[in-house]
């Protein structure tokens, strides 16, 4: 008999991520939706940088950032990623390893349009992880930007999403003594039914 109960209750570990999420929006005082996302260059040496988990979908994960950038490099050359997400407040970990597409389609269009006014110019003016002159420069660019796409610009085509297929996800609980609680979801592609096992800690 399964000794997993509690907050890793159920079996679909979508829910339980969305669970454990909605806990630390509660809990945790900013950005509890900050994941440390995990790819690797083309010399399989790591790199890593927050970004913000926007959607647990029902067998994925999304965040957005600019195609042009150093991650999005990676991504592409690779076709994975992993990250973390650790909330001090609630002391739990979740862990993410997959094969990642682009989500570059009407629902990257719906998330630009969400976005704050500044937000969407900012992100058609930066060049992301290219060498930028000056801080003058980059507003001046937004100043640019701003006066010749007006107030409601499009979707810069070199700006979206990009969508992680899990093959791993573990869910952590810090325990007394150290003891701490982890149960891991595998399966061999995002095809695959999921095995789930308790590791030790
Ligand atoms: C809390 C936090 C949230 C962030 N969210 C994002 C994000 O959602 N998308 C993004 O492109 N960069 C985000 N950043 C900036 C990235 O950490 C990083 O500096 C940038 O994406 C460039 O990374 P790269 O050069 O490895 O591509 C965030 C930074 C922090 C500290």
Same mark, same amino acid.
């Not at 945790?28 to 890593?48: C, K, R």
């Given at each position: 008999?399964?000794?997993?109960?509690?907050?890793?209750?159920g079996d679909?570990?979508?829910?339980?991520?969305?669970?454990?999420?909605?806990e630390?929006?509660?809990?945790e005082?900013?950005?509890p939706?900050?994941?440390?996302l995990?790819?690797?260059?083309?010399?399989g040496?790591?790199?890593?940088?927050?970004?913000?988990?926007?959607?647990?979908?029902?067998?994925?994960?999304?965040?957005?950032t600019?195609?042009?950038?150093?991650?999005?490099?990676?991504?592409? $050359?690779?076709?994975?990623?992993?990250?973390?997400?650790h909330w001090?407040s609630?002391?739990?970990?979740? *862990?993410?390893?997959? $094969?990642?597409t682009?989500e570059?389609?009407?629902?990257?269009?719906?998330?630009?349009? !969400?976005r704050?006014?500044? !937000?969407?110019?900012g992100?058609?003016?930066?060049h992301q992880?290219?060498?930028?002159?000056?801080?003058?420069?980059l507003?001046?660019?937004?100043?640019?930007?701003t006066?010749?796409?007006?107030?409601s610009?499009?979707?810069?085509?070199?700006?979206?999403?990009?969508?992680?297929?899990?093959?791993?996800?573990?869910?952590?609980?810090?325990?007394?003594?150290?003891?701490?609680?982890?149960?891991?979801?595998? *399966?061999?592609t995002?095809?695959?039914?999921w095995?789930?096992?308790?590791?030790?800690?």
């Amino acid at each position: 008999m399964s000794d997993r109960t509690g907050i890793f209750a159920g079996d679909d570990p979508f829910v339980i991520a969305r669970r454990w999420l909605a806990e630390a929006e509660d809990s945790e005082i900013n950005d509890p939706n900050a994941i440390a996302l995990s790819t690797v260059d083309t010399d399989g040496l790591p790199n890593v940088r927050m970004v913000l988990l926007k959607e647990i979908e029902d067998d994925a994960f999304v965040f957005y950032t600019n195609y042009g950038s150093t991650k999005a490099q990676e991504i592409e $050359t690779a076709g994975k990623a992993a990250f973390v997400m650790h909330w001090k407040s609630l002391r739990r970990q979740l *862990r993410v390893r997959g $094969t990642v597409t682009r989500e570059d389609g009407p629902q990257a269009d719906d998330y630009y349009a !969400s976005r704050s006014l500044k !937000s969407r110019l900012g992100a058609w003016a930066s060049h992301q992880s290219q060498p930028l002159a000056s801080r003058a420069t980059l507003m001046a660019e937004v100043a640019k930007i701003t006066a010749t796409h007006g107030p409601s610009p499009k979707r810069p085509p070199f700006w979206g999403g990009y969508r992680i297929s899990p093959v791993e996800i573990e869910f952590w609980a810090d325990g007394a003594f150290r003891l701490h609680d982890r149960f891991v979801w595998r *399966r061999v592609t995002p095809r695959d039914g999921w095995y789930i096992t308790r590791l030790s800690p």
